[in-house]
């Protein structure tokens, strides 16, 4: 008799779900969120690359511009090479510096 009673009381606690299709929902945007993640780690790998093949571009140029002896601006060629040496070191500093706030702040959120 008990075994009859169990199973009546089984019977209770089942849940009818009331969309069909909501375990297949669930999933596929479980889905969605992993692949979203797997191209965030993807563009994020692919802007260190950039970074520093840009950085060390940046580099040969600024080193060739200072070997050329630029006469464009006569005397003041100097300040020129100066200013833009500056832009650039401003530029990848501030590169640098939102690159490793987004790949911190992506292992943070793990």
Request: no cysteine; proline share 1%.
């Amino acid at each position: 008799m008990e075994e009859k009673e169990f199973k009546k009381l089984m019977g209770y606690s089942k849940l009818e779900i009331q969309f069909p299709d909501f375990e297949e929902d669930v999933m596929k945007a479980v889905r969605k969120k992993e692949a979203f993640e797997k191209s965030i780690w993807r563009n994020i790998r692919w802007s260190w690359v950039l970074f520093l093949s840009g950085l060390v571009l940046g580099l040969v140029i600024v080193d060739l511009l200072a070997g050329f002896g630029l006469k464009f601006f006569g005397e003041k060629s100097d300040l020129v090479l100066l200013i833009f040496e500056i832009a650039i070191v401003a530029i990848f500093g501030l590169q640098f510096d939102n690159l490793i706030r987004l790949t911190l702040g992506r292992k943070n959120k793990q």
